[in-house]
């Protein structure tokens, strides 16, 4: 069996793929500190706790278990925060990077997959952008991750390493399974917090710019559904065991939908009419940025299946009822859940997110969120 590490497999993209991971036979083991991610997120294989920034405690776990390939999702990402701390996103994100590429190369590791952003591009002149458009990230989240890039490139032209570096869009959605999702309190993305006011978390949803020169006014972006996304790191994981180079690919469909637009379809779906605040628009937001998606689809040969504004806005409010235990008491839910025509699973997975006092430990369970830890040493 085929054995990989995934650092930040608990927190909401890796858990997505760990899962799928665990599904196609792959052995799992998750490397992550748990400062934003959770144990019950991490559906199959071991979870180690611990920091990237621990170079002792990464090269010990690089030793104990022999990896095939590396997928490396730890990041710190809110872009506005980098700009307050910018030397701690340079320190997780680039030196950390760092800290695992020096792993992967004591230990002869040929395969990394690394999540990057379309932050890298900041404010592209073109869309639908292309991987050769040129990077000018404009914050120190968007920097921090193109150093990381350019850190794997050069590693990569030193040794046997290939990678696939992939450019993530907007990333959206949850399992369709109902079991992991986004749990990130602080998480500013649209359709979360979309999905937060029409389940009267919050008070309603404020549109920054009204005056783009798109067919409404408002912003325009590139939606991914995260199992699509998840899938694409398989579907890369399986293009370097054949052999094949190193790629950078933006991950995204190619199509956008404004910001009317994704308002009116929550509302549409939760049958809640939240109020919406027009607002200027805020510096350095593009009127339009959509991933040209050819190059992914043609060297991975990935087929997204769950491309479709109303499937990713389903998936997010299932999520978003199911993980609150509170708001489950609130009469608005089996109200919404029956809307969804989708049975929500009341299991809470956060109600398991049950973790030992120490980060000194390792924990392994198998397959199921109805934990079993076992304290491997
Ligand atoms: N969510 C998005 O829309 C989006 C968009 C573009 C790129 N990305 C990239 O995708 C990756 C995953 O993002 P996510 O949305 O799943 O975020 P997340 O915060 O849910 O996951 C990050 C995980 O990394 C762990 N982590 C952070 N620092 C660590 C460290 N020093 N050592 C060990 N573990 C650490 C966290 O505990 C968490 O489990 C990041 O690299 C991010 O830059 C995300």
Redesign the pocket.
Known sequence: MKKVLV??G?????SHVVRQLGEAGYEVVV???????VASSVLFGKLIV????DLDRLYQTFARHQFDAVLH?????IAPESVVNPLDYYA?NTR?TLNLLRCCDAFGIDKLIF?S?AAVYGEPGLTPVTEGCPTAPINPYGRS?LMSEWLIQDAANASRLRYVILR?F??AGADPGGRIGQL?ANAT?LIRVACDAALSRKPGVRIFGTDFPTSDGTGIRDYIHVEDLASAHLAALTYLEAEQPSQILNCGYGQGYSVRQVIDRVKAISGSNFSVIETERRPGDPACVKACANKIRQILKWQPQFDDLDTIVRSALRWELQRDNQLRKHPLVGAIAKRLHQPLILTAPDSLAVMPDTDDVELSYWSSPSINYELAQ
């Open positions: 650092t930040g608990a927190g909401y993209i890796g490397y992550d500190n748990c400062s934003t991610g611990g920091d990237l920034a999702f730890a990041a710190s990402l997780n950390n999540s952003t991750k993530y907007n990333v990130s993305h």
